[in-house]
T-cell receptor, first 112, second 116 residues
Framework: GENVEQHPSTLSVQEGDSAVIKCTYSDSASNYFPWYKQELGKRPQLIIDIRSNVGEKKDQRIAVTLNKTAKHFSLHITETQPEDSAVYFCAANGAAGNKLTFGGGTRVLVKP | GAVVSQHPSWVICKSGTSVKIECRSLDFQATTMFWYRQFPKQSLMLMATSNEGSKATYEQGVEKDKFLINHASLTLSTLTVTSAHPEDSSFYIC????????????FGPGTRLTVL
């Protein structure tokens, strides 16, 4: 099955700086890669996703890039704000395409 | 749109009892719902895929007789933890996928189960 690795596990940045989280996946048949943000004790919220037919997608301060050849994708947050502090999870849908495999998560702390 | 609710949000029960958790898609139909388990400071671990009108598909290592899943309608799936023990204490989260969609999942708020 699909295996997703996520790095780093923790990330501390100064407010206003950029944050980058990287994920690698094992199944070349994966074609859908969502990113979720989870605040403490709350539900994961979909913040952005990308499909394998594009290499980059941007939504305001958030962007995701995908390198299918290398089987990795990254989340970029620019101009970080304290409210960006949360745990971020990447995921991939695998060959069957009907379920998501999640990375281990990255705890992001934005220091004011 | 795409709101998913869970009930209860938290539950405390005695060892040996059974607990039922409901997952509802409030403003859309979901042919497929998923049940995850999340330990503190860890990732989401898929337990089973719940398909409306058919038997759930369980992930390797998840006991189907322990974690009973029913998906009787396009807006409701239930997870019953039978004969709960302290090691079943965890955060259980469901997600729902829009009917006709092949991938995007929307998560419920989770249920924190504590077994004494």
């Amino acid at each position: 099955g699909e295996n997703v690795e996520q790095h780093p596990s923790t990330l501390s940045v100064q407010e206003g700086d950029s944050a980058v989280i990287k994920c690698t996946y094992s199944d070349s048949a994966s074609n859908y890669f969502p990113w979720y943000k989870q605040e403490l004790g709350k539900r994961p919220q979909l913040i952005i996703d990308i499909r394998s037919n594009v290499g980059e997608k941007k939504d305001q301060r958030i962007a995701v890039t995908l390198n299918k050849t290398a089987k990795h994708f990254s989340l970029h947050i620019t101009e970080t704000q304290p409210e960006d502090s949360a745990v971020y999870f990447c995921a991939a849908n695998g060959a069957a395409g009907n379920k998501l495999t999640f990375g281990g998560g990255t705890r992001v702390l934005v220091k004011p | 749109g795409a709101v998913v609710s869970q009930h209860p949000s938290w539950v405390i029960c005695k060892s040996g009892t059974s607990v039922k958790i409901e997952c509802r898609s409030l403003d859309f139909q979901a042919t497929t719902m998923f049940w995850y388990r999340q330990f503190p400071k860890q990732s989401l671990m898929l337990m089973a895929t719940s398909n409306e009108g058919s038997k759930a598909t369980y992930e390797q290592g998840v006991e189907k007789d322990k974690f009973l899943i029913n998906h009787a309608s396009l807006t409701l799936s239930t997870l019953t933890v039978t004969s709960a023990h302290p090691e079943d204490s965890s955060f259980y989260i469901c997600s729902a996928r829009l009917a006709g969609s092949t991938d995007t999942q929307y998560f419920g708020p989770g249920t924190r189960l504590t077994v004494l």
